[in-house]
């Protein structure tokens, strides 16, 4: 049976978007594993429920998740409470300069859902200062694609071998 990891996210100015492109191609080189990648406002609670395995991917927006992130989590929350237990997770967070309460936020939300992290958040800072450069579009280094990129094939590989 084929099994499936589903990338939800949302991005303001790219950056996020173009972490959870990188996390789904790595991901693709996993061929025996079904990638899904879904703007949070697309995504829905069966979604959820009919994949296997999650890479939560938002901006850092106000010391937070995002609030179209937080949207997804709450049309999803009790809906999927229950049914979804035992399944792995990670999370993606692009940031300025932190990132770390937005990943804290992921981390409460998927222990009311009992889900396994099964890797450590992974935070890319874009680094702006100026309320010009903030709104400004983003590109995320090759690096930290690589990152995105390889985050998402352990998902994948994990998933297809079994080990989570
Ligand atoms: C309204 C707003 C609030 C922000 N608040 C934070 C914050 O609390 N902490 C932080 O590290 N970055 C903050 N940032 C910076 C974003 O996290 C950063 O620009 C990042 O690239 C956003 O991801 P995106 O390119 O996917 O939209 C904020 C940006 C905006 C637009």
């Given at each position: 049976m084929t099994r499936t990891l589903l990338i939800v996210f949302h991005s303001i100015t790219g950056g996020t978007s173009q972490m959870a492109g990188a996390a789904a191609t790595g991901a693709s080189r996993e061929s025996a594993v079904r990638t899904r990648l879904l703007h949070a406002s697309d995504a829905r609670p069966d979604d959820l429920v009919a994949a296997d395995a999650y890479l939560f991917a938002t901006p850092e927006t106000l010391a937070s998740i995002s609030g179209l992130m937080k949207d997804f989590f709450e049309r999803a929350y009790y809906p999927a409470l229950g049914r979804i237990e035992g399944r792995p997770y990670a999370a993606m967070i692009c940031a300025g300069s932190?990132?770390?309460?937005?990943?804290?936020?992921?981390?409460?939300?998927?222990?009311?859902?009992?889900?396994?992290?099964?890797?450590?958040?992974?935070?890319?800072?874009?680094?702006?200062?100026?309320?010009?450069?903030?709104?400004?579009?983003?590109?995320?280094?090759?690096?930290?694609?690589?990152?995105?990129?390889?985050?998402?094939?352990?998902?994948?590989?994990?998933?297809?071998?079994?080990?989570?």
């Open positions: 932190d990132g770390q309460n937005a990943a804290r936020q992921i981390a409460r939300i998927a222990t009311g859902w009992r889900l396994r992290a099964v890797a450590d958040p992974l935070i890319v800072c874009t680094r702006a200062q100026t309320p010009e450069a903030i709104l400004a579009p983003k590109t995320i280094l090759p690096d930290d694609l690589a990152r995105c990129a390889d985050l998402g094939e352990t998902l994948a590989a994990g998933l297809a071998a079994g080990v989570f």
